[in-house]
């Protein structure tokens, strides 16, 4: 990547970890999206290491706004690649004999969902950090 182009994934957010996102946003998204991947259903519970999905990337004109993140699993996100948010939805309902039109309808309820950054904020404050909000003091 050049350094212009580094320049640019910096500014817009990409490629830095969890650090273009305030912790109680996202946890406020987690929270929303029922600590679950919204594509296969994995939570914390399962094991699984939660992760923010851009419905529409940055390289096509995606933002940060809680509308256009959900939360995934780390495998769902890493295999959803280059396809929609759709198309990837509808293979993962096929793979877990899933009904993709119900999913896809999940999906887009969740997205219209408001945050509750009070409920996340409190949430952090009371377990000692972000970490231990999602995970548990015990899972650390």
């Known amino acids: 990547m ?25 946890l406020s998204i987690y929270l929303r999206d029922g600590l679950a991947c919204v594509y296969c259903g994995a939570t914390v519970e399962d094991g699984a290491k939660l992760t923010l999905d851009h419905c529409r990337p940055h390289s096509h004109g995606g ?51 408001g945050l509750n950054l009070q409920e996340a904020k409190e949430l952090i404050e009371r377990r000692g950090g972000f970490s231990q909000a999602l995970y548990g ?4």
């Open 63 to 113: 933002s940060n706004k809680e509308t256009n993140l959900v939360t995934a699993c780390l495998t769902c996100n890493s295999a959803r690649g280059n396809r929609s948010w759709k198309t990837f939805t509808k293979k993962v309902a096929e793979y877990l004999g899933r009904d993709a039109r119900q999913v896809t309808a999940y999906i887009e309820l969740t997205r219209r969902r």
């Open 2 to 26: 050049s350094k212009k182009n580094d320049r640019h994934a910096k500014s817009n957010g990409q490629g830095q970890g969890m650090n273009w996102i305030r912790p109680v946003k996202r």
């Open 137 to 140: 003091k015990d899972n650390l």
